[in-house]
């Protein structure tokens, strides 16, 4: 008779046949930068993630830098907002100092910068409104400033995460055209409306002052249509394309792999990280298992790259192994 489980009856079988392995070099962490001094403040809905100051944030990345993890996805939360956002585009802005300190004080890690502007506009929305709604076409005139802005200060990569139609067309033609051809994008591909961003919002100060975002990111029952998003992504220049969240849509990410001749990314979002760690914290799960095993299924769904809040984590267990 068959017997599969020859193959699992020890460690070094187990180890021979593994189908699907996870790496240090698969992780980005995702950092807030938030402007000001002596600012280091934990998230309370996402414990041990904290909003930094650049005066304060080198402990953070000298342990990043130690734990090999090799990129930082950083997000900057300004110290004045207005309805445009202009300070995305301020090349003395949060951000823009945020790689400048990274980049001279720590050459080896890879900078991809989000490019939105919920955290910088004082509705919270993720462009400019008009009639009580976003301005596709309005918003993608500022993503261009904001993304050459990021450019001159010496980004590895930009990733721009505000679903607006025909964005990443726009970032290629201004980048190509201000003498940032070889800088590539990670497109914010199939990205959901989901309610598991909740605790983003608090670490950004995102949240929407009205309405909510339903009418850019993309409806939970729709899977077709995130394979259409994908393309119009790929066929504009993408040079990674990204599904978020992850683990609601490890479906996505299969079909993702399946079809496309690029990277593909995922985002292990906030409420994924924030569920972990409060039954972990009630004792309800072993939160290191489930959050090695939540990482493989990704990875195992055929994600590439993995962007969460896991990464040091999951890197000191990578270490060990």
């Known amino acids: 008779m068959f017997r599969t489980r020859r193959l699992r009856k020890t460690e070094g079988i187990r180890r021979l046949v593994r189908e699907t392995k996870l790496s240090v070099d698969d992780l980005i962490y995702p950092l807030f930068i938030e402007e000001g001094e002596n600012i280091e403040k934990e998230i309370v809905s996402m414990p041990g993630i904290k909003r930094f100051s650049l005066d304060r944030i080198s402990k953070e990345l000298d342990e990043v830098v130690e734990l090999d993890i090799p990129a930082v996805l950083l997000f900057g939360i300004p110290a004045e907002k207005d ?13 823009q100092q945020a790689i400048r300190f990274i980049k001279k004080n720590y050459p080896s890690l890879y900078v991809i910068t989000d490019v939105c502007f919920c955290e910088y506009t004082s509705h919270g929305h993720c462009g400019i409104i008009h009639d009580n709604d976003v301005d596709n076409d309005a918003t993608l005139i500022n993503i261009a400033k904001q993304v050459i802005s990021h450019a001159k200060a010496g980004v590895d990569m930009v990733a721009p995460s505000g679903m607006m139609d025909g964005t990443i067309d726009m970032i290629r033609q201004s980048l190509d055209n201000t003498g940032f051809p070889n800088l590539p994008i990670m497109g914010y591909s199939v990205k959901y409306s989901s309610a598991f961003y909740g605790p983003f919002r608090d670490a950004a100060d995102s949240a929407p ?11 939970p029952a729709n899977r077709d249509e995130g394979m259409r998003e994908a393309t119009f992504d790929d066929q504009e220049g993408a040079d990674i394309l990204m599904v978020k969240p992850a683990l609601s849509y490890l479906d996505i990410i299969r079909d993702l792999k399946n079809s496309f001749d690029r990277p593909i990314a995922c985002y292990n979002v906030s409420g994924e990280y924030a569920m972990v760690k409060a039954a972990a914290e009630k004792g309800w799960i072993d939160g290191e298992k489930v959050m090695m095993e939540s990482l ?3 990875k195992r769904a055929g994600a590439d790259i993995i962007i969460t809040y896991f990464a040091k984590e999951a890197a000191r267990i990578l270490q060990k192994r």
């Open 296 to 298: 493989l299924s990704m």
């Open 83 to 95: 309805d445009a956002g202009t300070e995305t585009w301020n090349d003395n802005g949060i951000m």
């Open 209 to 219: 002052t009205f309405g909510d975002r339903r009418t850019y990111q993309m409806d």
